[in-house]
């Protein structure tokens, strides 16, 4: 098989015209707009942790809507996430932002909203929009994104 062929079959694969109407169907349309958004020239953070790999116990009652813990790194920039139905509240590990950083919550379509970052390195957003978002670290030239989630 050469480049061409593998090209037209992932083509295929990819073409997910027409989208189901209702709810799903509103979620994949989301996801492939946030895949498309995505920009070559931004690093993916690395996923340090993720409280929702942890095994659940079994028969055991636990509290609904629980937060989401998330660890990124950027580097040698560490940023801890917790994201729940309540919004997203966030850290930098170091305890301090670092001179020139700064820190967006972005949408599929390209908003960015900055996040506000106190001098302890914290930060909160209440509103958060509906379906996937990630967090994007700029510092200097270099520029980088979270994976994508939702609250």
Not at 57 to 64: H, K
Request: charged share 25%; glycine share 10%.
């Amino acid at each position: 098989m050469d480049d061409d062929e593998t090209m037209r079959v992932l083509r295929s694969l990819l073409d997910l015209s027409p989208v189901p109407t209702g709810p799903p169907g509103r979620a994949i349309e989301q996801a492939v707009s946030a895949a498309r958004w995505v920009r070559v020239d931004e690093e993916l953070g690395e996923l340090l942790a993720d409280s929702a790999d942890e095994p659940a116990l079994a028969g055991v009652r636990g509290a609904t809507g629980e937060a989401t813990m998330m660890t990124y790194r950027f580097d040698d920039l560490t940023v801890v996430c917790e994201v729940g139905s309540e919004g997203l509240w966030g850290q930098i590990e170091s305890g301090a932002a670092p001179p020139g950083l700064r820190l967006e919550l972005v949408t599929p379509d390209g908003t960015a909203t900055p996040l506000e970052v106190d001098a302890h390195g914290r930060f909160m957003v209440t509103q958060m929009p509906p379906g996937p978002v990630c967090v994007r670290c700029i510092r200097d030239e270099r520029r980088a994104i979270t994976p994508w989630f939702v609250a």
